[in-house]
């Protein structure tokens, strides 16, 4: 359900989650939940589900786009994912919590970039033909990278959002953590808020 959501309570909400590396969703929710329920965890072990108060997501952390001397994309200002924080769940095998997958940035694809160099920029995009020869396995000395991720720690997953008759009004992509960050997930509480406004 799209909520409203005033300039302060965004502002306060992107600040929260950049100090303590959870989802913009989460951070907003943290700040929309009763004083008595804010007092309790909202970030744990991914092993260690407190099964009371918010719903609970899997959720592994990614840094933010290494921009070097690059311009940040004027949408998402250099974060590479969607400018309102929207965040989908994806449902996860053996009772665990769905996993939190964050929308990217429909502008840079990803990349947090506000120019895209055409012989790439050193950070993946949702188009692979931008990523030509950023993955090459002779550049590795030692062990190569995860071979599901080539190193990235996460893959892209195309998505469709519908209107209420079920007619496609747009092309989405999200982040999905690899596999090879199992060690890294930790549960985040809260509700996903997609905002509007």
Do not use: W
């Not at 429909?106 to 995009?125: I, L, T, W, Y």
């Not at 092309?171 to 996903?192: F, H, K, Q, S």
């Amino acid at each position: 359900m799209s909520r409203h959501v005033s300039n302060d309570l965004k502002r306060r909400a992107r600040e929260l989650a950049e100090r303590e590396g959870i989802p913009y969703s989460a951070a907003l929710a943290r700040l929309r939940t009763p004083r008595a329920q804010a007092d309790q965890p909202t970030d744990t072990a991914a092993d260690q589900p407190s099964r009371f108060l918010l719903p609970e997501y899997l959720y592994v952390p990614f840094p933010a786009p290494d921009l070097g001397d690059a311009a940040p994309c004027d949408s998402c200002q250099g974060s590479g994912l969607d400018a309102e924080g929207r965040t989908f769940a994806q449902p996860s095998d053996g009772g665990r919590p769905p996993l939190l997958l964050e929308v990217v940035c429909s502008v840079c694809e990803g990349c947090g970039r506000a120019e895209h160099d055409p012989e790439g920029c050193g950070h993946p995009h949702t188009d692979p033909d931008m990523d030509d020869g950023l993955y090459d396995e002779d550049d590795y000395d030692e062990e190569p990278p995860c071979p599901s991720c080539a190193g990235r720690e996460f893959n892209y997953m195309q998505g469709m959002l519908s209107d209420d008759q079920g007619e496609p009004v747009e092309v989405i992509y999200l982040r999905l953590p690899c596999g090879c960050t199992a060690d890294r997930m930790r549960i985040v509480l809260g509700e996903l808020v997609e905002v509007s406004g």
